[in-house]
């Protein structure tokens, strides 16, 4: 039997704080119900305190989705955690998310204070939101730098106080793959009480190590994992849910799964990057225009052959009809026969797939892309002739 990975989707808080993306309550609704849809444990909605706009879309979304827990993030601050638990309260699962930040240069540039007081506030903020929600998350800003051996404290002291998720954010981006991992094995050797909680990753890509690091936190023990849609976020992004899903889909000897419906991936991926008008990266993993294309001959003719000679996932596995073989100058007679079979026309003679390839080759040194309608006019043109 698999262990079970809760993905915790933050495209609505996280990923919205990015300059330019941000998205009216009617957009988050439709986003929060695609995000339903594909199977995510838990939605982080918004931040409440920060505008009536984030209190109302927490609202409308927690009437909106059924079955994630709707989550609202707080800083280590009463009145935060007053707004969230009131945004949150027709939610059929809810979470506070809250926490303050705990690496020394957070402690001493962002609140002048000491270790100890940061260790008040935390176990205070804790407390304080539990009065209202059975679930409450705790994250301890900055973790990626912050000293084992006071983040041990700090964890041991909120899980105490009642939390049920502790958060341990990457938030710069800084920490190395293995760093990272033995960071989450360090918490899960040295807090007592641990078992009582979940780890949750939740990694920045500044150092385009999101995913990687994350993946270590689970290796390690993290069995929550904060992620977003297209790996939006501010900076370099987040972690992406997408690569997530599907590192733990193509290696399934690691025994852990999660609840997201993959085939959903693709179409939730179009629906945020049009809404949030963010383009995703063509190269960009699994959801990029070109994540299934072959161009090459080589590749294209194994991939003819057999797809499992250049393709480790089933194109359909994530909501694409099939994978594209795109005809470019360096493909070859193979892509060509099939690309003309896939719009109707089967050439089963040498000589003539040999004279189209010829104009097929002279028209793709011309043009970056040789699209189906340039070969049926070539196509065409060659039939008349003959
Ligand atoms: O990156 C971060 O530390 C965060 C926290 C507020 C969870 O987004
Ligand atoms: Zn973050």
């Not at 809250?98 to 002048?112: A, E, L, Q, R, V």
């Not at 360090?186 to 009582?196: A, E, F, T």
Request: glycine share 6%.
């Amino acid at each position: 039997m698999d262990e079970r990975l809760f993905i915790f989707d933050t495209t609505l808080r996280d990923g919205e704080q990015v300059p330019g993306c941000q998205l009216n309550t009617v957009e988050k609704i439709q986003v929060a119900k695609a995000l339903e849809t594909l199977g995510v444990d838990v939605i982080e909605a918004g931040f409440p305190i920060s505008s009536p706009g984030d209190f109302n879309s927490v609202i409308e979304i927690s009437k909106a989705v059924t079955w994630p827990t709707i989550c609202a993030l707080t800083r280590a601050v009463q009145k935060d955690i007053d707004c969230a638990a009131e945004a949150l309260k027709y939610a059929k699962r809810k979470r506070i998310h809250t926490g303050i930040g705990t690496s020394d240069s957070h402690i001493k540039y962002k609140f002048n204070s000491t270790r100890e007081e940061i260790l008040e506030r935390a176990v205070e903020a804790v407390k304080y939101a539990k009065k209202y929600v059975e679930d409450v998350e705790f994250y301890a800003e900055d973790a990626g730098r912050t000293d084992n051996a006071f983040l041990t404290r700090i964890v041991e002291a909120v899980i105490k106080a009642g939390a049920t998720v502790v958060n341990i954010p990457d938030t710069t981006g800084y920490c190395l793959p293995e760093e990272y991992g033995a960071k989450i094995k360090y918490l899960k050797d040295h807090v007592d009480g641990i078992d009582r909680a979940v780890i949750s990753t939740h990694c920045h890509n500044d150092l385009g190590m999101a995913t990687a690091n994350t993946f270590q936190g689970v290796l390690n023990g993290a069995r929550q994992v904060e992620v977003t849609v297209n790996g939006i976020g501010e900076r370099a992004g987040n972690t992406s849910l997408e690569e997530i899903a599907m590192i733990l889909k193509c290696h399934k000897g690691l025994g852990i799964d999660t609840n997201i419906n993959t085939e959903k991936i693709c179409p939730t991926s179009r629906m945020v990057s049009s809404l949030m008008n963010m383009p995703v990266q063509p190269n960009k993993a699994i959801v990029g225009r070109n994540a299934f294309a072959h161009s090459s001959g080589i590749h294209q003719d194994g991939v003819l052959k057999n797809v499992q000679t250049y393709e480790i996932i089933n194109p359909k596995d994530v909501g694409l009809d099939d994978n594209s073989i795109v005809l470019t100058a360096r493909s070859g007679r193979a892509a060509l026969k099939y690309r003309l079979h896939v719009n109707g026309i089967d050439v089963d003679d040498e000589d003539k797939l040999d004279s189209l390839y010829k104009k097929f080759l002279e028209l793709a040194d011309k043009k970056k892309e040789v699209s189906d309608a340039d070969i049926l006019v070539l196509a065409g043109a060659d039939c008349a002739e003959t």
